[in-house]
Each structure stands twice: as structure tokens, then as C-alpha cells.
């Protein structure tokens, strides 16, 4: 069993968001019961990508295509449209649900329909869908730290684990998109 197993809710909140950035947002994600060590490689594969996509596509809040001629940027934007499209097409099929979550490199705490997770010191698979365009997700190993049952259901807490540093890596970067992004959304209000 994990040491971090059985943990109360404010000690697990502590230790996988204290020290670490994080982010609270609306994302496609599913628990589930353990059935291996996840998808690493393929994560980092896909985290890769999308941080090469957002590099490109300088997705820093501003909707700025600086020298693209009018005939690519129409082009961009409808290939926006599409791959919103097939996303929302794909997530019918795969089973993750929207829900609230806080994510950091370290775990995440997402709130669940009662019965809908494994009990703590479990293992578990956290699928979770990076970007709301793209219809992939990263399947990553994680221990049940602790739950707390609430009106609406309940708050669960998952550590990851044995993640390779590679992959703990490309979370952050990730992580930090996704804070910047909202961070100029907030601006912008």
C-alpha cells in the first residue's frame, strides 16, 4: 500500500497541490480500476505533441496570427472547427465525463457520482482528455489517497503513480499552458 494511502482529504490536499502548479478546470476524465502501469510512453508522446501544436499556434490567450495570410487563417479556423467537432463526436464513445477537477503533476481531485471509484489505497487508471479539442487522453497509474462524501457525490483524491521523470516533465509544462491560458482569460475579463 501506497504512503499515501488513507490520507485525510486536507493531507492529501496538501501533498499533491501545495508545492506544485496546478489547475482547476472542466475536463473530460474517467477512474478507473487498475488493469496495468497506464499508457507513459504514449502520454508523453501526446503531451509532446500538444505542446508542439500550442508552440506553433503561439496560444498565449491572444487570438494573433501575426503574418498568416488571410486564406491559412480561415483555414486554421476551420480546422479549429472540425477537430472541435470529432472531439465531441469521440467522447460520446469513450466514457469520460465532464467533471470539475484540480490537477497537478503530483494527482488530482475530481468529485464522482457515489460508488463510481475504487476505495482508498486502490490502484487506479485516470484517463483524462488533455485539451478539449483533440479526442485522445492519457490513461496514468494513480493511488487512491482519500475520499470525502458530499451532498452531490464524492471528492476523491489520486496520487500518481510511478510516473518516469519524462512524463512528470511534460505534465508540468502542460500544466503550465493551462494555467497561463487561464490567467489571460481572467485578463481579459
Do not use: N, Y
Not at 463510481?116 to 479526442?135: F, K, S, T, Y
Not at 489517497?145 to 451532498?151: F, I, P, R, S, W
Amino acid at each position: 500500500m501506497s504512503p499515501l494511502a488513507s490520507t485525510t482529504p486536507a493531507d492529501a490536499e496538501a501533498r499533491l497541490f501545495g508545492d506544485a502548479l496546478s489547475c482547476e478546470l472542466d475536463l473530460p476524465v474517467a477512474i478507473e480500476p487498475a488493469d496495468g502501469a497506464g499508457r507513459q510512453a504514449e502520454a508523453i508522446t501526446l503531451l509532446s505533441a500538444l505542446a508542439h501544436i500550442e508552440d506553433l499556434r503561439k496560444d498565449d490567450g491572444s487570438e494573433d496570427h501575426g503574418d498568416l495570410p488571410l486564406l491559412a487563417q480561415r483555414m486554421d479556423a476551420k480546422l479549429d472547427l472540425i477537430l472541435a467537432l470529432l472531439g465531441r463526436l469521440a467522447r460520446r464513445d469513450d466514457g469520460l465525463v465532464d467533471r470539475r477537477l484540480h490537477w497537478s503533476c503530483h494527482g488530482l481531485r475530481v468529485d464522482l457520482e457515489p460508488g463510481q471509484h475504487p476505495p482508498p489505497g486502490a490502484a487506479a487508471i485516470v484517463r483524462l482528455q488533455p485539451a478539449d479539442w483533440l479526442p485522445d487522453h492519457l490513461a496514468l497509474p494513480a493511488t487512491v489517497v482519500a475520499c470525502e462524501q458530499g451532498h452531490a457525490g464524492t471528492r476523491v483524491w489520486l496520487a500518481f503513480a510511478s510516473l518516469r521523470a519524462d512524463l512528470v516533465e511534460a505534465l508540468d509544462r502542460h500544466l503550465f499552458r493551462l494555467h497561463r491560458r487561464q490567467v489571460a482569460e481572467q485578463r481579459r475579463r
